[in-house]
């Protein structure tokens, strides 16, 4: 069993950044993939970023390629998600996501293990 507990949220005005963490405990991800979803209210949950155990391949979708980063330190079983130029669009509770396998997927459904969520909050 993973379990998965995400930090950095909170309050930010547009053009701002925050950095999320999301830390695992339970086992070594060794050849897990590991991402962020997020969901707003009223909204389902969308795949926002993901990255393979080597840190080699990433995949990130297009309304925040180019403005957020997905890194992960392996030492630490830790993923990370450097958001920058941060937009009202993009508040919503982000979630933090394991999948037991290598593959980039961007369905919510083919991730296995899931964090808590942490709360986004962009003012404009």
């Known amino acids: 069993q993973v379990q998965l507990v995400e930090s950095g949220g909170g309050l930010v005005q547009a053009g701002g950044s925050l950095r999320l963490s999301c830390a695992a405990s339970?086992?070594?991800?060794?050849?897990?993939?590991m991402g962020w979803f997020r969901q707003a209210p009223g909204k389902e949950r969308e795949f926002v970023a993901a990255v393979t155990w080597s840190g080699g391949n990433r995949n990130l979708s297009t309304s925040v390629k180019g403005r957020f980063i997905i890194s992960r330190d392996n030492a630490k079983n830790t993923v990370y998600l450097q958001m920058n130029s941060l937009k009202p669009e993009d508040t919503a509770v982000y979630y933090c996501?394991?999948?037991?396998?290598?593959?980039?997927?961007?369905?919510?459904?083919?991730?296995?293990?899931w964090g808590q969520g942490t709360q986004v909050t962009v003012s404009s």
């Open positions: 339970g086992r070594t991800l060794i050849n897990y993939v």
């Open positions: 996501a394991v999948a037991r396998d290598a593959l980039l997927r961007i369905e919510a459904a083919g991730y296995d293990y």
